[in-house]
């Protein structure tokens, strides 16, 4: 009788050899989803805290222009891109609008008060089995007049 348990515990124990792989084999796609999930989560607040700051940069830039030549607007405008987009993993290019678009537009309250709102959309991150996030930032903003 001892001599079967002891037989029966030998068998138990050599059919157990592959556990630990199999247990591996179902947590690691998991462990790997979540994980480059986080990633994409992280890309995308960061691409959105940019264009945030890109957006209100444009707005004070866009909102002390008054008077000034359009060109040198769009100078200033396209600077303020570069700069964004040197220090970054994100490209904000003007000349690619289906990745990165930029515009703003100043309204009129009243005969004091008017408005610059500017907005941003980029689509520059591609997530697998989803496709492409769009990020977008835009904000209304007052537009600052030069005193007479």
């Known amino acids: 009788m001892y001599r079967l348990k002891?037989?029966?515990y030998k068998n138990l124990?050599?059919?157990?050899?592959?556990?630990s792989t199999i247990e591996l084999a179902l947590f690691i796609p998991i462990f790997l989803l979540t994980a480059f999930?986080?990633?994409?989560?992280?890309l995308g607040s960061y691409c959105r805290l940019v264009l945030n700051n890109v957006v209100r940069e444009v707005a004070r830039i866009v909102s002390v222009s008054e008077g000034e030549n359009p060109d040198l607007t769009q100078a200033k405008v396209k600077k303020i891109l570069d700069r964004f987009s040197a220090n970054g993993p994100?490209?904000?290019d003007e000349n690619e609008p289906e990745i990165f678009s930029l515009t703003w537009e100043e309204n009129i309250l009243d005969i004091s008060y008017k408005t610059i709102t500017v907005?941003?959309?980029?689509?520059?991150?591609k997530i697998p089995l989803v496709g492409t996030l769009n990020v977008t930032a835009s904000i209304i903003y007052p537009k600052l007049s030069r005193p007479s």
């Open 6 to 8: 002891r037989n029966i």
């Open 13 to 19: 124990n050599k059919s157990e050899k592959g556990q």
């Open 37 to 42: 999930l986080i990633v994409e989560i992280i």
């Open 90 to 92: 994100i490209r904000l």
């Open 119 to 125: 907005k941003a959309t980029y689509r520059g991150i």
